[in-house]
């Protein structure tokens, strides 16, 4: 996480008495609370991978749904209105000692107008974090034009198609199968001739 970060994230974790892990990447998901059962105490894992950023923007929404289940227990929506509060104000440490670059300073105040279950789902934040990543050979798939050929990680081949709405239908060379992908699925281009 950023330097200047790393101070406030570790009064949290002492003053919760949380148990911070950094996980192996995870593809279904950049980060993960759990409350305390059965005798263990709060728990937060956030993904290896994931640029200084990223990092920190997750550790953030995860600590929120620590603050959220401390005030509220099991009652609230996990995404809802209590969690998009505490959300807000847990960022106000980082955004005023300006530990983020501009650029994703002002993807993170705009994304705070009304925060959602992932930052990985407000597209504007996700590409302005992207690009701090250092996925070498890697392409976003809204970077590729309309019939371009590619594979995912893996291994599966497919032909872009058009845009609908949110997602790209792309078709599965191997098989056949139509599927939707977020415009910022990071694949790489396949070699010609398939």
Known sequence: MPVGAAPVIARWIDYFQCEFKISKNRTTKLGDYRHPYNGTGHKISVNNNLNAYAFLVTTVHEFAHLLTWNDHRNKVKPHGDEWKRNFKRMMVPFIEKNIFPDDVH??????????????????????TLKKYDNAIGLLRLEELPVNTLFTIKDGRRFKKGERLRKRYRCLCLDNGNLYLFNPLAEVTLAATGT
């Open 106 to 127: 002002k993807a993170i105040i705009n994304y705070l107008d009304n925060p959602t279950a992932a930052s990985c789902t407000d597209l504007k934040l996700s590409r």
